[in-house]
C-alpha cells in the first residue's frame, strides 16, 4: 500500500511539474529568469507578487483595445523618460516621479515586475527594464516578444481595466551610475588609447553608422557618422524577426567579435538610447555581464556637442 501511495505521489509530482513552470522557468533564448517566455507567464499569471506592465505612449490606445489580463498601463514618454531634462534628449523620470510609478502599480519589496511592449520592436520594455534597474526595484523581467508574442501563442487579452494594486511600498533607490553614461564619459573613453578604456557599441543599423543617415527618434541628428573607435553591433542582430531576442550564444558570439567579455567595460549607444536599452538588456540581464552602462544621450546629443575629434564622418570610417 506504501509503495502504491509513494508511486502515484511521484506521478502527481512530475505531472504537475510538467504544466506548471518553476518560478525560475524562462525563454529558451535566455539562460537567466530575466527573460520571461508566454509559458512562464501563463502559470504565473495568478501569482500575487507579479506586477505586470504594459508599456505604452501615452495615448493609451493599444492597451485599451487589448491588454493581457492583470496588466497595468504604463506610459513610456512620462513615467519611464523626462523630456524636461534635456532637449537632445529622452531623459530618465526623476526619482522622485518615478517613486509615485512604483506606487501607483503596487511594486514592493517582494514584487516580480514583468514589462512587456506592444509593439515588436520591444524597446520600450527594454528601456523600462533599464530604468527599474537603474532605481534599484530587484526582480525586473521582459516578456520576450511581447504582446505581439503573447498574441500569436494563444494567449489571452481583455480590453477591460484592470483592478488597481494595493499601493506599493518599494521606494526608489539613488539612480545607479554603474548603469548609465554621461556624456562626458563617452567623450573620454573616446580619446584614451590604452587598453583600458571601455568598448564602445553603436547599436544602430549600418547606415547610421557608415555616416549615410543620421536620423534618430528626437528628429535628425547635427553630424552624421559614428563616435570615435565606436564598433558596429546593430540591436537588430541580436533580435529574431518576431521580435524576441536571439539565443544567448549568438549574442555572446557577436560581442566576442569585437572584442567584448564577461568583464569588458562597455559603453552602448544609438540615436536615442532606446536601441541602446535592448543591447544593455541583451549584455546584462541574458548574458550576466556586469559591466555595461547604457549611454541614453546618444548620437543626438553627441553629434550636436562633442568635440569634432571624438566624432567619425563617412569619409573617416572608410
Known amino acids: 500500500m506504501f509503495k502504491k501511495i509513494t508511486l502515484l505521489s511521484l506521478i502527481a509530482a512530475l505531472f504537475s511539474s510538467a504544466i506548471v513552470p518553476s518560478a525560475n522557468a524562462v525563454t529558451e533564448s535566455s539562460p537567466t529568469k530575466t527573460l520571461v517566455s508566454t509559458t ?13 506592465l504594459h508599456v505604452g505612449d501615452n495615448d493609451n490606445s493599444v492597451y485599451a483595445r487589448t491588454h493581457i489580463e492583470g496588466a497595468q498601463f504604463i506610459d513610456w514618454k512620462t513615467e519611464l523618460a523626462n523630456s524636461s531634462e534635456s532637449k537632445l534628449k529622452n531623459g530618465v523620470v526623476t526619482r522622485a516621479n518615478f517613486d509615485k510609478v512604483l506606487k501607483r502599480v503596487g511594486v514592493t519589496s517582494k514584487s516580480t515586475v514583468v514589462l512587456y511592449a506592444e509593439a515588436k520592436s520591444g524597446l520600450k520594455a527594454t528601456w523600462g527594464a533599464w530604468v527599474f ?37 518599494f521606494k526608489a533607490t539613488v539612480a545607479s551610475s554603474k548603469l548609465r553614461a554621461k556624456i562626458e564619459e563617452v567623450v573620454r573613453n573616446a580619446k584614451l588609447k590604452s587598453a583600458s578604456r571601455a568598448v564602445i557599441v553603436d547599436t544602430r543599423d549600418s547606415a547610421s553608422y557608415e555616416g549615410k543617415a543620421a536620423g534618430t527618434g528626437l528628429g535628425t541628428a547635427a553630424k552624421a557618422g559614428h563616435i570615435a573607435s565606436a564598433k558596429s553591433i546593430p540591436t537588430a542582430s541580436i533580435l529574431n524577426a518576431d521580435g524576441t531576442f536571439k539565443s544567448a550564444a549568438e549574442i555572446k558570439a557577436a ?7 564577461k568583464d569588458t567595460k562597455v559603453i552602448l549607444y544609438c540615436g536615442t538610447g532606446l536601441l541602446a536599452s535592448a543591447s544593455w538588456f541583451a549584455l546584462t540581464q541574458i548574458l550576466g555581464n556586469t559591466n555595461v552602462k547604457n549611454y ?23
Open 40 to 52: 512562464w507567464l501563463k502559470a504565473n499569471l495568478a501569482d500575487p507578487n507579479l506586477i505586470l
Open 255 to 261: 560581442y566576442a567579435a569585437v572584442g567584448v567579455t
Open 133 to 169: 534597474n537603474l532605481y534599484g526595484v530587484p526582480d525586473v523581467r521582459i516578456l520576450d516578444g511581447g504582446l505581439l508574442k503573447w498574441s500569436s501563442a494563444g494567449g489571452a487579452t481583455t480590453f477591460a481595466a484592470t483592478a488597481a494594486k494595493p499601493a506599493g511600498t
Open 296 to 318: 541614453d544621450g546618444s548620437w543626438f546629443e553627441f553629434a550636436a556637442t562633442a568635440p569634432e575629434a571624438v566624432i567619425e564622418s563617412a569619409a573617416a570610417a572608410k
